[in-house]
């Protein structure tokens, strides 16, 4: 099913227009973005020197029953890919998430982009027995970074917005079997 992406900030409609379809079949899922408006950047000639600098797709999913443990797959607009198992260790005293980030070098993901005039589409899939971070139920949220053509002025949208300005808030992240039927 496709659905809308809306400011992660506040639950709004996104300042672009972002939707996301999502499917499962024979145990592969697939992320399909489309994403509207995009200044396709890209700080670094290496992507994610610094971790979400420029825009991108991303999918934070996991199955720890204590939402502790989790996927995040980011994919640069450029077609870039990355892949980090994510230990969300609570957060500090602004609010900011305490992460330790254990970068995947055995890709199970495959993506496609296809950037088009005003924006781009991103298909992502990946069996999901390889993101099972527990013996829980798959949670997952799906995202949109986009920085207008700029490092630090990000538009951030969500499927489930957060409420603040980072996605990584795994207590607002949906389970997966109420958006595929």
């Known amino acids: 099913m496709k659905y809308e992406l809306k400011n992660c900030k506040n639950g709004e409609a996104g300042v672009y227009p972002t939707t996301v379809d999502i499917s499962v079949k024979d145990g592969i899922i697939t992320f399909f973005f ?20 420029g825009d991108s797709c991303e999918i934070l999913i996991g199955s720890d029953p204590e939402r502790k443990v989790y996927y995040e797959i ?13 230990t969300y260790n609570g957060a500090d005293e ?3 998430p305490i992460l330790d980030i254990d970068f995947v070098d055995d890709c199970f993901v495959t993506a ?24 829980g139920e798959i949670y997952f949220n799906a995202q ?8 630090y002025d990000k538009h ?15 207590w607002y992240f949906v389970y997966l ?3 595929v039927k």
């Open 34 to 53: 489309e994403c509207e408006k995009c200044e396709f950047f890209c700080p670094f000639t290496g992507y994610n020197k610094i971790h979400s600098a």
């Open 74 to 86: 980011e994919i640069s607009a450029k077609g870039e890919l990355m892949i980090a198992k994510m």
């Open 94 to 96: 602004t609010g900011e």
């Open 112 to 135: 496609k982009v296809e950037p088009w005039k005003d924006g781009y589409t991103c298909l992502v899939s990946f069996p999901l027995e390889k993101i099972m971070s527990g013996d």
């Open 144 to 151: 949109r970074l986009d920085t207008d053509g700029g490092r």
């Open 156 to 170: 951030l949208w969500a499927l489930s917005p957060t409420m603040f300005p980072r996605f990584h808030r795994p």
């Open 177 to 179: 079997k109420d958006y």
